[in-house]
């Protein structure tokens, strides 16, 4: 799992590398070239977890199992209309015929009703195991930007500090190179009485 992360986060880094790389940055747009993003995109989807891709086959699936199920369904019914039909010069026969042929019906409508609730069920269940993955890597990138923020800040404050150092060593150059007396580096008169032991 954490491989097939890092290739989702190194794919995103890239995505941000693309739409950093060129635009207008004072107003705030960037221009990148599709097929650099679709092809990132197009990456990033072979690289989502096969539960996300399970999850989208069977929700493709879900419209295809309704209509097998009303086929089934309707199969059914019209074996059962073709048998009351066979039986039409038998009175008796008929009205039995008729009775078993609704309850035929409406078990099969109950059976179709519940292939349809547990199919919604399994996608719903599947949607939300995507969303709570989703969240999950949405979180692990701020996480992982705020580290990078924060080195950054950290590394802004220590070329900050060097680059203040070399002022003030550029500064002392030039002064005694100017012939003014350098006192960083001499001690007063009156420091002599003071010795440490």
Not at 20 to 40: A, E, H, Q, R
Not at 124 to 140: H, L, S, Y
Request: negative net charge.
């Amino acid at each position: 799992m954490n491989s097939q992360q890092d290739v989702i986060y190194g794919l995103m880094n890239e995505l941000e590398e693309a739409l950093d790389n060129k635009g207008f940055p004072l107003l705030g747009f960037s221009v990148v070239k599709k097929d650099t993003v679709t092809n990132i995109l197009d990456k990033l989807y072979a690289a989502l977890p096969d539960e996300i891709k399970e999850a989208r086959s069977l929700l493709r699936r879900k419209d295809e199992l309704q209509y097998e199920a009303q086929q089934k369904a309707e199969k059914v019914v019209a074996d059962a209309q073709a048998e009351a039909n066979r039986l039409l010069s038998e009175s008796d026969l008929l009205r039995a015929v008729q009775r078993e042929a609704e309850k035929i019906k409406e078990q099969v409508i109950t059976d179709c009703e519940e292939i349809k609730r547990k199919a919604v069920d399994e996608a719903e269940n599947i949607r939300v195991q995507a969303i709570d993955e989703a969240t999950r890597i949405k979180d692990g990138a701020n996480i992982y930007a705020e580290q990078v923020l924060t080195n950054l800040e950290q590394n802004l404050g220590q070329l900050q500090e060097i680059v203040k150092n070399g002022q003030v060593q550029l500064e002392r150059r030039r002064m005694e190179s100017e012939g003014q007396p350098n006192y960083a580096n001499q001690q007063p008169e009156y420091a002599k009485d003071f010795k440490m032991n």
